[in-house]
């Protein structure tokens, strides 16, 4: 959706289909065809890890490893890719198991898969799937929620993605001046309405601010994104203010991590709702125009050494 207009001030000083672009902000160089052993494997174990190499995409097998009547193997992902035929002999497939390489597969210790990202850790097969599904340094999917964007890759290369290709308001700074205008409020689509990235702390922050239908009424909301895991995300807190003719609205909370979906954070409303009617009148004159200014700011909890808890450190 398009805003007729906004003022944003800054207050501070062979892939398919659906594959996911992955950016590395540093790539690695290594040439094509270069053997190199994974970080933690002796050569003996990447014997082992070039016999479980998957022909077709060249990725690692694990359970279920199928093969031919003649012996060639390949994943289970890529069976269903080369239709049932065996890439090598072209013989039918069917549903043969390699239970010798499955045994292989689940005793091998291999290194996380996103250890070119920096990730130290080795385990089992097994342990490892679970490890890579929480893994800290998996790569994080593009915060931008106006338009299905299929960008994956570290902080510093998606705040470049979001700057150069997604167009976003960059700023520096932990607190926040913004106004909104539309010039027919009753026109709301479930779609975003702006993205603007603060840099604060050394960190990046995503501000949304959008509209959408919850339930059949039309509301406005803005909330608060951490460019970073869940665990960093709760060292910080923020608020949100709207108000005007002597009231307002105003919300505190902990920013959540991109780690969450956009989609998720908003139908959770872990943020500033403004429900329409509310949003007029906030707006003055005849009603018949937005114009909200949302003001806000982020700050840090440190940890008190004698008592334990939390205090503010705000930002200048």
Known sequence: MELDSIDCVSSSDAMDEEATIVLHHHPSSKPRGEAAVPPGMSPAATSVHELLECPVCTNSMYPPIHQCRNGHTLCSACKTRVHNRCPTCRQE???IRCLALEKVAESLELPCKYSSLGCPEIFPYYSKLKHEAQCNFRPYNCPYAGSECSVAGDIPSLVTHLRDDHKVDMHSGCTFNHRYVKSNPREVENATWMLTVFNCFGQYFCLHFEAFQLGMAPVYMAFLRFMGDE????????????GANGRKLIWEGTPRSIRD????VRDSHDGLIIQRNMALFFSGGDRK????????RIWKEQQNPESGACIPNLCN
């Open 261 to 264: 979906s956009h989609r998720k």
């Open 231 to 242: 665990n960093e995300a709760r060292n910080f807190s923020y608020s949100l203010e709207v």
């Open 289 to 296: 125009e937005l114009k909200l200014r949302v003001t806000g």
């Open 93 to 95: 497939l069917g549903d």
